[in-house]
């Protein structure tokens, strides 16, 4: 049995600082692993105690008469160290500390962490500063929180990995009050040893659970984290994330654009979209999504039917399902026929969608009937119900008829609760049924149904088979002029305009007629990274404009730096071509390609997203190149929009790849590189890197 294992399923337990009275916080363990059934041996160690819950009580960890698989530790910081050290001599498997006064305190405590770990030795650690774990599918609870105390514990597919201990608490008790039932909770906080990765990796195994929630404030080890994931993914176990922090810039001294648009929060959609994980923009939807996800229903289209028996509540969901990107068509001609057979008169509105049925609440037998003909319909793909007012005094009559809907197909069947009513929640939960209490919450959950399963994927080209790089030779140190940024990366096969360094009025003259009529005039400087903020750049300058225009610009460029420059780069012209950024992004995470829409309105616009390079030495594909350019809010400017030229798509894939692949070949070398903009061109024409921002380390340091 692995650590992981054994600690969330022990066969015994030794609850070292016991106390005798179940009313305290050291006196919970005991009582809870006695109220929910542990099976297994259980040690109280308390010197000032013989007996706990007619249990024996054991004066210090040496008395025990097994080593324990695992311990719960409920002394002080101080007293811990010495009690894990104990703990790990006598065998113990993996041991759960409680105490607080570790990192979160700062450099004390850290010191004091790091001594924890040592103690440990091969001893796995759950914490420090947690509130510990309670297995639910075997009725395991390991934690002195008042959140387990409750009589009923249900017990569920959705296990929930937590930093946070008190938002493990608050969601399980949320959970409870709604009839969420979860397999596994588990609170990491500080993660001195075992953290979000390891328990992600055991879930991925674990028959009880079917969806993965996970409360994140950083992920320490991504490497492992990734692989984690990846492995959930592949048995087929949604992952989804509530990340905090999202606040956070983390590039305000960034040299280049890609800095600025690349913060920590981006990086986290990046890692999660290359990892399959769900992202919920609320904290509700940690519980929403998971239950949606639970029921394992397939979505097949994204055509939904919304029944209500209010209208207002009605026009809510569909509202909020239409900002989620699906669809509310009318019934058809052979479904609405079908639901008229099931009313008479004229209070019905069965030509629209939302389907107002306005008696349904107070007649089950009709609002099997309208759940029959809605879920058997071609015409849709999933069905919303909506509980009013008239429903939730009788939910039980409500879930059973939505229940006896489910054996009809494998369509996708959620609720949404008009009024406060937690009862209907639990009832409907109980039942197999997502139920939501805000309308903005049905259309996340569907929306994470089809991501999970989507049955229309956006065509992309195939993957030419993947070609051996050469080696290139890259001697440059230190930041590199935008000249020697665009030579690096046409080395590694990312073309650049055609221009000319020049250092005189002369020499630019003579560089205007070999590129013009009409030219690009810039400074050349690798101190100066944003040259137009300093007067640096001139565009569609003519031949007999140059030397007027070198002038002035050296005089602004003076005013603005105080000191002179030196030279200048001549460029062509490029037109009718679409800017983009493209840019290289380190972080703890891991490396990035920053893709989006480019030029000097990049940072306003922001339109952009992160391709995180792969750790396993593989290379990015033409297809995930693609996928995320369909992300972008102006791909259909690439696409050819009111009648554009389409882009040169397939040569900015090129460009992209290219890019990533120089990228992975400098490693650590390589602190900073981004084109913007990079010219794509009208189909056929093929790209090419106007602006060029390269660093290279001068020592080949690691990355920090």
Same mark, same amino acid.
């Given at each position: 049995?692995?650590?992981?294992?054994?600690?969330?399923?022990?066969? !015994?337990?030794?609850?070292?600082?016991?106390?005798?009275?179940?009313?305290?916080?050291?006196?919970?363990?005991?009582?809870?692993?006695?109220?929910?059934?542990?099976?297994?041996?259980?040690?109280?160690?308390?010197?000032?105690?013989?007996?706990?819950?007619?249990?024996?009580?054991?004066?210090?960890?040496?008395?025990?008469?097994?080593?324990?698989?695992?311990?719960?530790?409920?002394?002080?910081?101080?007293?811990?160290?010495?009690?894990?050290?104990?703990?790990? +001599?006598?065998?113990?498997?993996?041991?759960?500390v409680l105490a607080s006064g570790y990192s979160e305190t700062g450099a004390e405590g850290a010191r004091r962490q790091r001594e924890l770990r040592e103690a440990a030795g091969a001893m796995r650690i759950l914490g420090p500063n947690t509130i510990g774990l309670v297995n639910l599918t075997d009725r395991i609870t390991l934690s002195a929180s008042a959140s387990p105390m409750a009589d009923q514990l249900v017990s569920g597919p959705v296990g929930l990995v937590s930093q946070s201990g008190g938002i493990l608490g608050a969601l399980l008790s949320r959970g409870g009050a709604r009839g969420v039932g979860?397999?596994?909770?588990?609170?990491?906080?500080?993660?001195?040893?075992?953290?979000?990765?390891?328990?992600?990796?055991?879930?991925?195994?674990?028959?009880?659970?079917?969806?993965?929630?996970?409360?994140?404030?950083?992920?320490?080890?991504?490497?492992?984290?990734?692989?984690?994931?990846?492995? +959930?993914?592949?048995?087929?176990?949604?992952?989804v994330a509530f990340k905090i922090g999202r606040s956070e810039s983390g590039a305000q001294a960034a040299a280049s654009h890609t800095g600025a648009l690349a913060g920590t929060d981006a990086m986290y959609d990046a890692l999660f979209e290359e990892t399959g994980i769900i992202r919920a923009q609320a904290f509700s939807d940690l519980l929403d999504i998971p239950a949606a996800l639970a029921s394992e229903r397939r979505l097949g289209g994204r055509r939904i039917a919304v029944l209500t028996s209010t209208g207002g509540a009605g026009t809510l969901v569909a509202d909020c399902l239409g900002l989620a990107?699906?669809?509310?068509?009318? @019934?058809?001609?052979?479904?609405?026929?079908?639901?008229?057979?099931?009313?008479?008169?004229?209070?019905?509105?069965?030509?629209?969608?939302?389907?107002?049925?306005? /008696?349904?609440?107070?007649?089950?037998?009709?609002?099997?009937?309208?759940?029959?003909?809605?879920?058997?319909?071609?015409?849709?793909?999933?069905?919303?119900?909506?509980?009013?007012?008239?429903?939730?005094?009788?939910?039980?009559?409500?879930?059973?008829?939505?229940?006896?809907?489910?054996?009809?197909?494998?369509?996708?069947?959620?609720?949404?609760?008009?009024?406060?009513?937690?009862?209907? +929640?639990?009832?409907?939960?109980?039942? %197999?049924?997502?139920?939501?209490?805000?309308?903005? !919450?049905? %259309?996340?959950?569907?929306?994470?149904?089809?991501?999970?399963?989507?049955?229309?994927?956006?065509? =992309?080209?195939?993957?030419?088979?993947?070609?051996?790089?050469?080696?290139?030779?890259?001697?440059?140190?230190?930041?590199?002029?935008?000249?020697?940024?665009?030579?690096?990366?046409?080395?590694?096969?990312?073309?650049?305009?055609?221009?000319?360094?020049?250092?005189?009025?002369?020499? +630019?003259?003579?560089?205007?007629?070999?590129?013009?009529?009409?030219?690009?005039?810039?400074?050349? !400087?690798?101190?100066?990274?944003?040259?137009?903020?300093?007067?640096?750049?001139?565009?569609?300058?003519?031949?007999?404009?140059?030397?007027?225009?070198?002038?002035?610009?050296?005089?602004?460029?003076?005013?603005?730096?105080?000191?002179? @420059?030196?030279?200048?780069?001549?460029?062509?012209?490029?037109?009718?071509?679409?800017?983009?950024?493209?840019?290289?992004?380190?972080?703890?995470?891991?490396?990035?390609?920053?893709?989006?829409?480019?030029?000097?309105?990049?940072?306003?616009?922001?339109?952009?997203?992160?391709? /995180?390079?792969?750790?396993?030495?593989?290379?990015?594909?033409?297809?995930? =190149?693609?996928?995320?350019?369909?992300?972008?809010?102006?791909?259909?400017?690439?696409?050819?929009?009111?009648?554009?030229?389409?882009?040169?798509?397939?040569?900015?894939?090129?460009?992209?790849?290219?890019?990533?692949?120089?990228?992975?070949?400098?490693?650590?070398?390589?602190?900073?590189?981004?084109?913007?903009?990079?010219?794509?061109?009208?189909?056929?024409? %093929?790209?090419?890197?106007?602006?060029?921002?390269?660093?290279?380390?001068?020592?080949? !340091?690691?990355?920090?």
């Amino acid at each position: 049995m692995s650590g992981v294992w054994q600690l969330l399923r022990p066969r !015994s337990v030794a609850v070292v600082g016991a106390s005798a009275d179940p009313a305290k916080t050291a006196g919970r363990p005991v009582a809870y692993l006695r109220k929910h059934g542990f099976e297994g041996a259980i040690y109280p160690v308390n010197p000032k105690a013989t007996e706990i819950d007619g249990l024996r009580c054991y004066p210090d960890v040496r008395s025990l008469p097994h080593a324990p698989e695992v311990a719960i530790v409920l002394l002080g910081a101080e007293r811990t160290q010495q009690a894990i050290r104990e703990l790990a +001599a006598i065998g113990t498997g993996a041991a759960i500390v409680l105490a607080s006064g570790y990192s979160e305190t700062g450099a004390e405590g850290a010191r004091r962490q790091r001594e924890l770990r040592e103690a440990a030795g091969a001893m796995r650690i759950l914490g420090p500063n947690t509130i510990g774990l309670v297995n639910l599918t075997d009725r395991i609870t390991l934690s002195a929180s008042a959140s387990p105390m409750a009589d009923q514990l249900v017990s569920g597919p959705v296990g929930l990995v937590s930093q946070s201990g008190g938002i493990l608490g608050a969601l399980l008790s949320r959970g409870g009050a709604r009839g969420v039932g979860f397999s596994k909770l588990i609170s990491t906080s500080n993660e001195v040893d075992l953290d979000l990765a390891d328990f992600v990796d055991a879930l991925a195994d674990d028959p009880a659970t079917r969806v993965i929630a996970l409360y994140v404030e950083s992920i320490r080890n991504p490497a492992a984290f990734r692989a984690a994931a990846r492995k +959930a993914a592949k048995a087929g176990k949604p992952i989804v994330a509530f990340k905090i922090g999202r606040s956070e810039s983390g590039a305000q001294a960034a040299a280049s654009h890609t800095g600025a648009l690349a913060g920590t929060d981006a990086m986290y959609d990046a890692l999660f979209e290359e990892t399959g994980i769900i992202r919920a923009q609320a904290f509700s939807d940690l519980l929403d999504i998971p239950a949606a996800l639970a029921s394992e229903r397939r979505l097949g289209g994204r055509r939904i039917a919304v029944l209500t028996s209010t209208g207002g509540a009605g026009t809510l969901v569909a509202d909020c399902l239409g900002l989620a990107g699906f669809d509310l068509p009318a @019934p058809d001609a052979r479904t609405g026929a079908a639901l008229r057979t099931l009313q008479t008169g004229d209070h019905a509105a069965l030509d629209r969608n939302p389907i107002d049925v306005t /008696l349904a609440g107070l007649q089950p037998d009709l609002l099997r009937g309208a759940v029959r003909v809605l879920l058997e319909s071609d015409g849709y793909d999933a069905l919303v119900v909506i509980v009013g007012s008239s429903a939730v005094a009788q939910p039980e009559l409500m879930a059973d008829a939505l229940k006896a809907s489910l054996a009809l197909n494998a369509k996708p069947v959620v609720a949404f609760i008009s009024p406060h009513a937690p009862r209907a +929640a639990t009832v409907l939960s109980g039942y %197999g049924i997502a139920a939501f209490q805000a309308p903005e !919450s049905v %259309g996340a959950a569907l929306a994470a149904m089809w991501r999970v399963h989507p049955r229309d994927p956006v065509p =992309v080209a195939p993957d030419a088979p993947e070609q051996a790089r050469p080696p290139v030779a890259c001697p440059e140190r230190g930041a590199l002029d935008e000249s020697q940024a665009k030579a690096l990366f046409a080395r590694f096969g990312v073309p650049g305009v055609r221009e000319i360094v020049v250092h005189s009025a002369a020499q +630019a003259i003579e560089a205007a007629r070999q590129l013009g009529p009409r030219v690009v005039v810039k400074l050349l !400087s690798a101190d100066i990274m944003h040259k137009s903020d300093v007067g640096g750049v001139a565009i569609n300058v003519a031949s007999e404009e140059i030397a007027s225009r070198l002038d002035r610009m050296s005089a602004d460029v003076q005013r603005h730096t105080g000191a002179a @420059p030196r030279a200048f780069l001549v460029q062509e012209m490029v037109s009718g071509a679409a800017e983009m950024i493209l840019g290289f992004h380190r972080d703890p995470l891991g490396s990035a390609v920053l893709l989006g829409m480019g030029g000097v309105v990049a940072e306003l616009i922001r339109d952009t997203t992160l391709l /995180l390079l792969p750790d396993d030495g593989s290379a990015l594909t033409a297809r995930q =190149v693609e996928a995320a350019l369909r992300r972008l809010k102006t791909w259909p400017l690439l696409e050819g929009y009111r009648g554009r030229e389409r882009a040169d798509v397939p040569a900015l894939v090129g460009a992209v790849l290219a890019f990533a692949g120089m990228a992975q070949s400098l490693g650590d070398r390589l602190v900073e590189a981004e084109i913007n903009p990079l010219f794509v061109k009208p189909l056929g024409q %093929g790209v090419c890197a106007a602006d060029a921002i390269a660093i290279l380390r001068e020592d080949g !340091s690691e990355f920090r």
